[in-house]
């Protein structure tokens, strides 16, 4: 409950009202979470699903499915409408067990993020002049989450040249191109324009298992 009410309050900051003594509040306040681009209702998101006892995650993608079959009950439930402003997805929604269902997407399924710390520099792809220091603090096959360590003006769908070493025995250099997806004051998530010549240097330093353009991780 504390959780909800510390979502609640955040969510507040940007007009956002949801009354946690609905039914399916857990379900209201995830999604009204997923559509804000907020470091603190991320962490907040992602320990709410930590601490639900019943998750069951789906691929929501194009084309998008009709309904889902509940692992716990197996009673077929229909599926919402799309996330409005986000017609490839659908929202959190729940079974009347008490199932949560949870959309994922194709990069959350295949490339989980792991913590990590390790200092880089990057740089603007059509201006090399516009140089910054930064900490990739998240890394997976699929892309990174940065934190900038000056000031920046960098926007959505930019593509930036990052390179930073890992912290393994060979100290690798890896570098490539990125494309920015979201900006958080100083806090950045991109993708990997093409990982596939990153792939096998990052899956070693992951611990995960690479096989045809697939990922699956070890334990």
Known sequence: MQLLLQMQHLLRQHSVDISLTAP??????????????????????D??????????????????????????????????ESTPGRLETLPYFSCPCGVLFQPVTVDQRLYPRHPVHLPGVYWCE????????????????GGVTLQNLSEHVITPEEILLLSFTLDDSAST?????????????????AQFVNESGLNHVLAAYLGVRWVQGEASIHG
């Open 47 to 80: 320990q709410l699903l930590a601490l639900l006892p019943h998750v069951q995650r789906f691929l929501s993608g194009m084309p998008l499915p009709h309904s889902l079959t509940c692992t716990r009950c197996g009673q077929v439930v229909p599926c919402p």
């Open 24 to 45: 399916d509040a857990p379900v209201q306040v995830l999604n009204a979470s997923e559509t804000l681009a907020e470091e603190a209702l991320k962490k907040c998101r």
């Open 126 to 141: 059509r201006d090399v002049q516009r140089i910054g220091e930064t900490v990739v603090e998240e890394l997976s096959l």
């Open 173 to 189: 250099l890896i570098s490539g191109s990125i494309m920015v997806r979201s900006v958080d004051g100083s806090t950045i998530g």
